[in-house]
């Protein structure tokens, strides 16, 4: 259930800990300036908001909340080490990246310079890390004209766009454009918006990360209020709309973001159950093996991606049954974790080097590195093989190399 308890099996890495500590504060049996100390930050950053156990208890207690709001009351009194802010911020780093591609990936490419980010930013000098996109995906769509929405009639999607879809993986974007758009569907992507801001959630800092919630939040709800529904590629972005950014604004258009929000997977995948998902899908005669987040799991999709996959005719999709990657967002990134990230990410390592397997897919950006640590075999959005299967973009193992990652 908790992937830092399997890990580590050891009390202060359990929920329940986590739940007794808050308790004892509440009930006066430690003093409240313990929130602020350097103890209670230490078993509170053994919570990686995966919200497994927010799942798993009967009483859903919600730990990670407790956690975040306790892992706050410490930023508030001590700030944050300026590793942790970077990482914080990846999304701000990667927007200064992109201006200079080439050059950000021969430095990530570069063991020196490695070493030099990992001793500076936190970030492990062996994790791979694609290469940045040649052109970030507001700027694609700006010239496609999304950026204005439409006042037609019929479907209409607001694409709240993630930070990898924007710098790394446009050809996700452009995936989940396409088929929308074979169905008829109007998109919209608001130039304005910014990434949702979970690393900083998670991370307790939460002074900053509202008012980026709160921008999000105004675009979003007017984009629905003219008959949009909201649909995110990242399931850790989806659960920002529909779980985090109601707790931290608490106002009317949260909670009306939130009740028109959905995971993109999750949304074809209801598409279909209503009997309106085109069916026109040409085979793939692919071995994939799927793996399935743990922010899926807590936005209740029901494996939506895996179920979308298996209507591709010739494809052979495996799941992996072995928790939870040992990313948990950034937390994998870090130096200072990568060695027991890799630990928790063995099994789903190990099978996608079975000889079997032929690529991998999940919905998350995070997995999906740690998927493709241990192998040359390239990891890919579920949407992407649809789009594939539509005709719509080219087959992942004929028409798109895996490209160089950078170490």
């Not at 204005?148 to 479907?155: A, E, L, M, N, V």
């Not at 929308?180 to 304005?192: K, Q």
């Not at 591709?312 to 990313?327: A, E, K, Q, Y």
Request: aromatic share 8%.
């Amino acid at each position: 259930m908790c992937p830092i308890f399997r890990n580590d099996p050891s009390e202060e890495a359990s929920p329940r800990a986590k739940a007794n500590l808050m308790r004892a504060v509440i009930t006066g049996r430690l003093p409240w300036d313990a929130l602020s100390s350097d103890a209670m930050k230490e078993v509170a950053d053994l919570c990686v908001n995966c919200h497994q156990c927010r799942l798993d208890c009967p009483a859903r207690v919600d730990i990670p909340k407790l956690m975040i709001e306790c892992k706050a009351q410490y930023v508030s009194a001590n700030g944050l080490r300026f590793s942790d802010w970077a990482l914080g911020r990846i999304d701000l780093l990667c927007g200064w990246a992109s201006r200079f591609g080439p050059v950000a990936n021969w430095a990530l490419s570069d063991p020196r310079l490695r070493w030099l980010l990992e001793k500076t930013t936190g970030l492990a000098q062996g994790r791979k890390i694609p290469p940045l996109a040649r052109r970030s995906y507001f700027r694609t769509a700006a010239r496609r004209r999304l950026s204005r929405p439409t006042r037609s009639p019929g479907k209409k999607v607001v694409f709240f766009v993630d930070l990898y879809a924007n710098y790394f993986d446009v050809e996700l974007a452009n995936a989940l454009v396409s088929i929308l758009e074979h169905h008829g569907i109007s998109v919209y992507v608001p130039s304005g918006q910014l990434a949702s801001a979970m690393p900083m959630i998670a991370q307790g800092n939460l002074e900053r990360a509202r008012p980026i919630a709160k921008r999000n939040v105004s675009i979003l709800a007017d984009a629905i209020r003219l008959g949009y529904h909201v649909v995110a590629t990242e399931p850790s972005a989806a659960l920002c709309l529909t779980h985090e950014y109601p707790q931290l604004l608490d106002s009317e258009d949260s909670q009306l973001v939130a009740r028109h929000s959905s995971e993109a997977c999750d949304y074809f995948w209801q598409m279909h159950m209503a009997g309106k998902l085109e069916l026109d899908l040409k085979p793939l005669n692919i071995y994939v093996a799927y793996h399935e987040p743990c922010h899926s799991r807590a936005l209740g999709t029901q494996r939506a991606g895996e179920q979308l996959l298996k209507l591709i005719p010739g494809m052979t999709v495996h799941r992996i049954d072995r928790g939870c990657s040992g990313m948990a967002g950034t937390y994998g990134l870090k130096s200072e974790n990568y060695i027991s990230s890799l630990r928790m990410g063995l099994g789903l390592i190990n099978e996608m080097r079975d000889t079997m397997v032929q690529i991998g897919t999940t919905e998350c950006s995070a997995c999906k590195l740690q998927m493709q640590q241990g192998t040359m075999k390239p990891t890919f959005h579920p949407l992407r093989l649809l789009a594939a299967s539509y005709g719509l973009a080219p087959n992942p193992i004929h028409g798109d190399r895996p490209g160089r990652f950078r170490r």
